[in-house]
């Protein structure tokens, strides 16, 4: 039922920031789960953060803890994913995906809706 759209991607220094949102068209957008998800070039999609639907609960992969936060305003539909510190190895596209479900934390595979992904590359 829900259809997902990222925005956000940009080129950016190394050390600079940005912000991806992922904006929900549908209903209950606070049952569903939300993850953030990354392809580079010749790599397998990897997960990097996913926030519970209420927003409680947050995981990150290692690779980004301590400089990306994830987050959501479900009164907008919209979840987000603030990327400090950026690094060369973070060019990928970017993807946000959902899940409907209770529980938190999502299997990677389990994710079953999925947007159109965002282009984030990092180069000096």
């Known amino acids: 039922q829900l259809q997902l759209l990222e925005s956000g991607g940009d080129v950016v220094q190394p050390g600079g920031s940005l912000r991806l949102a992922c904006t929900a068209s549908?209903?209950?957008?606070?049952?569903?789960?939300i993850g953030w998800f990354r392809q580079a070039p010749g790599k397998e999609r990897e997960e990097v953060s996913s926030i519970s639907g209420a927003g409680g609960s947050t995981h990150y992969a290692d690779s980004v803890k301590g400089r990306f936060t994830i987050s959501r305003d479900n009164a907008k539909n919209t979840a987000y994913l603030e990327m400090n510190d950026l690094r060369p190895e973070d060019t990928a596209v970017y993807y946000c995906?959902?899940?409907?479900?209770?529980?938190?934390?999502?299997?990677?595979?389990?994710?079953?809706?999925w947007g159109q992904g965002t282009q984030v590359t990092i180069s000096a």
């Open positions: 549908g209903s209950f957008f606070d049952y569903y789960a």
């Open positions: 995906a959902a899940k409907r479900t209770v529980w938190f934390p999502v299997r990677p595979a389990d994710f079953d809706l």
